[in-house]
């Protein structure tokens, strides 16, 4: 199947710092990747649509000068956690299309863990 | 807002069992899929049935669909130590276009005792 990867996979940081997650699609061109967070025990929330050069859809509730989206080429998209608090503190997943025939699949990321002292 | 609702919560069984998740949901969808979260890690794609299927096999999964009663469930027969994760159920509803986005139900973690 088709591969998709973050990085980093792991951060600690500062309350008050900016981190950046990178989600990419390895083996495959997606114009469409989505980003999801997952508190623990707890499903997968949609935050946002990334869509390749345009701005992101952001669902409601979602602050989108809290959470900058990126995604400028068609196998990179970047998820910006700006001025991080601890209840930022979760998993971020990302997923990717990819498009086969007539069949998109959507492909998801392994995921990064994010804590904020 | 959730789509999915899976029941039970969570499920332990024997190594060798059959474990039965349901998932219902409340709005009309396009497809619904299935998928696995080991812990701590990103999601695999189980399996997807359109609205216009009732049963869908690969493997040792079963999944079926009713939409009448807006409600899915996976069936993992023989089930192995190596099947404990948390599943999940989510949603595609129609007429969104290609790169539709899913909708995740709260999940159910199965605990496989070896």
């Known amino acids: 199947g088709a591969v998709v990867s973050q990085h980093p996979s792991r951060v600690i940081c500062k309350s008050g710092t900016s981190v950046k997650i990178e989600c990419r699609s390895l083996?495959?061109?997606?114009?469409?990747m989505f980003w999801y967070r997952q508190f623990p025990k707890k499903s997968l929330m949609l935050m946002a649509t990334s869509n390749e050069g345009s701005k992101a859809t952001y669902e409601q509730g979602v602050e989108k000068d809290k959470f900058l989206i990126n995604h400028a080429s068609l196998t990179l998209s970047t998820l910006t956690v700006t001025s991080a608090h601890p209840e930022d503190s979760s998993f971020y997943i990302c997923s990717a299309y990819r498009r086969e025939g007539a069949y998109n699949e959507q492909f998801f990321g392994p995921g990064t863990r994010l804590t904020v002292l | 807002s959730q789509q999915g609702e899976e029941d039970p919560q969570a499920l332990s069984i024997q190594e060798g069992e059959n474990a039965t998740m349901n998932c219902s949901y409340k709005?009309?969808?396009?497809?619904l899929q299935w998928y696995r979260q080991n812990s701590g890690r990103g999601l695999v794609h189980l399996i997807l049935i359109r609205s216009n299927e009732r049963e869908k096999h690969s493997g040792r999964l079963r999944v079926t669909l009713d939409t009448s009663k807006k409600s899915s469930s996976l069936l993992i027969t023989a089930s192995r130590a190596a099947d404990t994760a948390s599943y999940f159920c989510?949603?595609?509803?129609?007429?969104?276009?290609?790169?539709?986005?899913?909708?995740f139900g709260k999940g159910i973690t199965l605990s496989v005792r070896p």
């Open positions: 083996d495959f061109q997606a114009t469409t």
């Open positions: 989510a949603t595609v509803p129609p007429f969104t276009g290609a790169n539709s986005k899913l909708t």
């Open positions: 709005t009309s969808i396009n497809n």
